[in-house]
């Protein structure tokens, strides 16, 4: 705050109480400055800190416009919204350089009241519905460029106290469901502010996912743990533009993912957890695809299901879980329904019969044998061309149609 803006405030809307730099809440008094003859009034400093309300409550300052609390190490409990039923009349208020997070819930004719506050240097908590206020047509934010909000978790530096609140409005207003939309972290690209927003609907009595026109956009991550969801068809046929990147399922009622196989999604997100499902197998096809092609993937949770365990799952679904650990969280807790066996531990002779292993075998070798064959033909085909060029100067055909 400038020196001359507060010259000219304290002239304009004197009666005033200055209790700048009161030695950290050490205030013994206030300075009724409306003349120089003024007299001083005490106030004791137990009256109001520790975010009691004020003992003083019983008289009113109605003269009173403009406060400075600013530098005195205050943090939220110790600012009672109480103190604005004492000064119902302010215009001004300097909350600047404490440690003040939120400010409660300031009456609502103290705001339409207040026309400038100062919250500079404060680590404010924007996530909290307290300082929402700050963005009405009748506040004026003093020191607007030092004013900044430390939450939501933010990149590098804490961000600008109205874009974020604004973009946190935004949020809420899109959420039209019956579950809590927060933002999980804001970051800043060429000067525009963008979010990560999770939503929670978990343990909310849901059947199938929510309908994806009642959730933000986008929408990061999405919690329906605790519910009753048996399908992921409507997740697949209608999420496509909300840009999840991170679904837990957690203790539903999901068994089976085959349809994923047909979503875009699965190269693209970063957590999937299905711990506490009804899964009994899963294509092992589609999870070595996802690990190959998905460059963004973080973790994937399968623990706790109903796994099948026979031979094909000691040769396939084992195979990958082992390649793949670091990635598997609670891999420990993946286990043949009916033994309780880690899946990972298991061991080939004893899932396999002799038939069955010469069998698997015989196909790899098979498979192995055609891909030799094919890798033959190749080379042959090309020495040929080259051969034939060099010869007869004639280009192979399919080059002569490009």
Known sequence: MTQQFLRNIWAEYAPNYDFSESNSLGIESINKSSSPSSSREKLRTSDWTEGSSWKGRNFVWHSVRYLNFSANELHSKSFPYTLMK????????DLSKNNITTLGNIPQQSLNQLHFIDLSQNPLDCTSDDLEWVDRPNITLINLNLTFCNKPPHQNKPKPILQTIRLIKKVKSECRVNCSCVIDYIWEQDKVIHSKTAVNCSSRGFTDFPDPETLPKPTDTL????????????????????????????????????????????????????????????????????????????????SLNDWKCDCRTVSTFKVWLLQYAKFIKNIEEVQCERTKNQIRYLKNEDWCSEDEVSQIIELLDLFSIFLACCIFIVITKVLYDYWNFKRNGKVPWLVSKM
């Open 86 to 93: 004492v000064f119902p009349n302010l215009i001004l208020l």
């Open 223 to 302: 919690y329906l743990n605790n519910n009753e969801i048996h399908s992921i068809a409507k997740f697949v046929n209608t999420y496509e533009d909300l840009g999840i990147r991170n679904l837990y399922l957690e203790n539903n009622g999901i068994s089976d993912l085959n349809l994923l196989e047909t979503f875009d999604w699965i190269y693209s997100f970063q957590v999937l957890s299905l711990r506490n499902n009804n899964l009994t197998e899963v294509p092992t096809h589609m999870l070595e695809n996802i690990m190959r092609e998905n460059n963004w993937i973080y973790l994937i949770d399968l």
